[in-house]
Every structure is written in C-alpha cells, then in structure tokens.
C-alpha cells in the first residue's frame, strides 16, 4: 500500500480539464510544501512535470498546474491531448525520504 | 545532455547480492546529489536511497537499510548500489535519478532507463 493515496484512473476528452488528487497526512503533504508530479509513458522513465507543489521546470507544458490544500495535493491538466495519456505519480517529502502515490492512469478518450 | 545508464541487473536468488552501476554524463556529476529509484513490474514508484554530492551523507528507505549501500565515485561519474540479503520483494526495476537541485531537494529531474533486477529461486 502506497504512502499517498491517488485514485487509480481517471478519463476525459480531448480540450477538457481534469484533475488528480493525491492525499497524504500531515506528516507529508500536509506538513510540508514539497509536493512534486510525474508524468511516465509506458515502457519510459518518469518525467518531473511539477515540483514546490505548482512550480513547472523548465520546458512543462504551462497546461499543467499544481496546487495543495490541507493534506491534499491536485495536479490540474487543462486542454486535454492525446500525448497527456500517461500514469501520473505524487510525490511529498517526509523526514528523509520521498514517498510517492501508487499512480494515476489517466485515459484520453 | 545529461545521460544516466544504469548497468548491473539481472537474475538472483533470494539472499543473493547485486551490484548496480550508473555512468552520469552531459552534467558536473561531482556538484550533484543522486538517487536510486525502483519501480515493481507493473506498480508503482519507490525511492530506495541517496547520496550527497560528495559521497558524505547517505540515506535509505525503512526496508533497504542494511541490506543496501549506495556510494558514488566522483573521478569516474559514477554511482553504485550495492545489494545484499536480496528477497524476492527486491524485484524491480533500479532508476538512477538526478535530484533537481544540486545540494539535494529530493525532486529527480532527470532518470536514467532501468536496470532489472529480479530475484527468483
């Protein structure tokens, strides 16, 4: 069992909005603003799309967008297409370690 | 451009040992803080450990430690993870991560392909 918790799918059309929350404790997400997002294509490395909860590094697409209330990371993905279709990872310090969610697999219909 | 390539990986028996090796180049791997990280077939992402840029502090995750070492040598841009005690649990594929910032942020900004490592009687 994962240490932050993502729902295991999530769908939507392409031009459309979605969102993935990704809930930890006070202890992770709640306790700290070292909240991070991965984007992983089958078969490829993960891709480090969003870090600092909403920062984008260099060369992100600005459709991605990150943000944190209480114990509960989302990661917003807006106009939709098809390259989006991917599985989606949390990620939020805890006392020497990372810990990341069990990953979202997200369906561009 | 940076490039991380993990070598090292393949097939053991439980109470096994590997030993993992990652080339680091396009970057000043002596100015970096590095990680390993797994991922189970088909599941999810789980850091295993890392070293400071200088090799001086190191840390693991609850169910590696004293089992694994990770170490680095800077004169050749490279880092090792050294396997011991290995449980069929340990099955996965190895990632060497770049951290994002230099001195350490815990964020991996770039990943090598994987190594797998499979432990199987």
């Known amino acids: 069992q994962s240490a932050l918790t993502q729902p295991a799918s999530v769908s939507g059309s392409p031009g459309e909005s979605i969102s993935i929350s990704c809930t930890g404790t006070?202890?992770?997400?709640?306790?700290?603003?070292?909240v991070s997002w991965y984007q992983q294509h089958p078969g490829k490395a993960p891709k480090l799309i969003i870090y600092?909860?909403?920062n984008r590094p260099s060369g992100v697409s600005t459709r991605f967008s990150g943000s944190k209330s209480g114990n509960t990371a989302s990661l917003i993905i807006s106009g939709l297409q098809a390259e989006d279709e991917a599985d989606y990872y949390c990620s939020s310090y805890r006392i020497t370690s990372p810990v990341f969610g069990g990953g979202t697999r997200l369906t561009v219909l | 451009q940076v490039q991380l390539v993990e070598s090292g990986g393949g097939v053991v028996q439980p109470g096994g040992s590997l030993r993992l090796s990652c080339a680091a180049s396009?970057?000043?791997?002596?100015?970096?803080?590095v990680h390993w990280v797994r991922q189970a077939p088909g599941k999810g992402l789980e850091w295993v450990a890392v070293?400071?840029?200088?090799?001086?502090?190191?840390h693991y995750t609850d169910s590696v430690r004293g089992r694994f070492t990770i170490s680095r040598d800077n004169s050749q841009s490279t880092l090792y993870l050294q396997m011991n005690g290995l449980r069929p649990e340990d099955t996965a594929l190895y990632y060497c991560a770049r951290d994002y910032v230099p001195t350490g942020s815990y964020y991996f900004d770039y990943w090598g392909r994987g190594t797998l490592v499979t432990v199987s009687s």
């Open positions: 396009g970057f000043a791997f002596t100015s970096h803080t």
């Open positions: 070293v400071s840029y200088d090799g001086s502090n190191k």
């Open positions: 006070g202890s992770d997400i709640g306790g700290y603003n070292y």
């Open positions: 600092d909860v909403s």
